[in-house]
Structure formats: structure tokens, C-alpha cells
């Protein structure tokens, strides 16, 4: 291959690989109400720690007495332990509050903005794409 050969390859790889933030940003719009909140409280069910996001699985006490188990995506896993949550972190069971932007098909799922762990709140979406 010749020296612009490469070039361009490499121009195109760079170009692909700097897009993938904006379409994961974009498809998190595509699922969740960027402009919505909804506040819960329940017991931890399950931490999946896993690439490229983690998940909260979180069993909520409706008013009528019912629950209802959400699935509620996190930032980075990355971003998860620069602010100090690993794998053995939270426990099945511990009561989380979290702050999550609703899915917008009303299915309960949503991603997560904010965890509070009872002792300290975890900000885990922002504004600017960092997540």
C-alpha cells in the first residue's frame, strides 16, 4: 500500500470510531425522554457490570402494594468506578433512590441521571455527552 493509501485508511477509521459517540448519544435519545425525570426508590435486584454500559435491575413498591421491577441502564463503566461504584459495591437488596430519564415507550426501564447510595449521590449523566 502506498503512504495516501494508508492515509486515508487511517482518516476513515478515525472518522468512524469519532461518530460512534454521536450515535450512541443519539440512540440514547431515540429510547429515553431526554426531557423528563421520574424518581425511584426500591430494592437493588441485580448490578450487571458490564461493556459498554451496566444495568440496574430495581424491584419498586408501587402505592397499591404491587412492584414492579425496572431495568434502568447506567453511564460507563468507566465513569461508574472513577465515582467509586464496582462490582461488590451495592448489594442485592440495598435500598437505591435513583433519578432516571423515563423510556419513552412507558415500558419500566429508563437511563440512569443521578444514584443516591443513602451516604453520597452519584451524578451519571451529563448534559454534554460524557457518559
Known sequence: MTTRTVGW???CGFLM?????????HALAGVYDLQQ???????LKKLNF???HSSI?????????????WVLV???NRLLTRQGIT???IKPGDVLK?????????????????????????????EDGQN
Open 9 to 11: 485508511v487511517a482518516l
Open 17 to 25: 470510531a469519532g461518530t460512534g459517540g454521536v450515535q450512541a448519544h
Open 37 to 43: 425525570e421520574v424518581t425511584l426508590q426500591g430494592a
Open 50 to 52: 458490564t461493556n459498554p
Open 57 to 69: 435491575e430495581l424491584t419498586v413498591l408501587n402505592k397499591d402494594g404491587s412492584t414492579t421491577d
Open 74 to 76: 447506567t453511564a460507563s
Open 87 to 89: 462490582k461488590t459495591s
Open 98 to 126: 435513583i433519578v432516571a430519564l423515563p423510556a419513552k415507550n412507558g415500558n419500566p426501564m429508563g437511563f440512569i441521571r443521578s444514584l443516591d447510595l443513602g451516604d453520597r449521590e452519584i451524578q451519571l449523566f451529563f
